[in-house]
């Protein structure tokens, strides 16, 4: 469900016309920050994913599964993102750098939730 609302999210942002979205002149100033943006949107939708199918009980026997799901999910809608800018008249165009941008965030997430995975639990006694 968190996943689902993440995507919901995403798409409200992407397909909003640019000029509703609030300005912030000092983010601006940073290089391609919208690069960072979409890189970032797209890796918690990859682990509010991955962490989602990791719970479910049909994916216990498959190991990898999970994983492959989430980020086969992610770089679709990613694409499909990206290809519905181009029709909705918004005043944003899809972007195959913002694709990239998708995709390198679903790449790090994936490896983040694999670094959360070896993070030694440490309990406080």
Known sequence: MPALVWALLIAYLLFSSSKELPR???FQQIPF????????LFCILTLLLLFGLQRQQVFKSRRYYPAIMAIVCATLYGGLTEFIQQLIPTG???DSYDFIADFTGIIGGFFISLLWKRWPNKSVE
């Open 24 to 26: 912030c002149t000092f």
């Open 33 to 40: 920050f919208d690069k960072w943006v979409h890189g970032m």
């Open 92 to 94: 944003r165009t899809g």
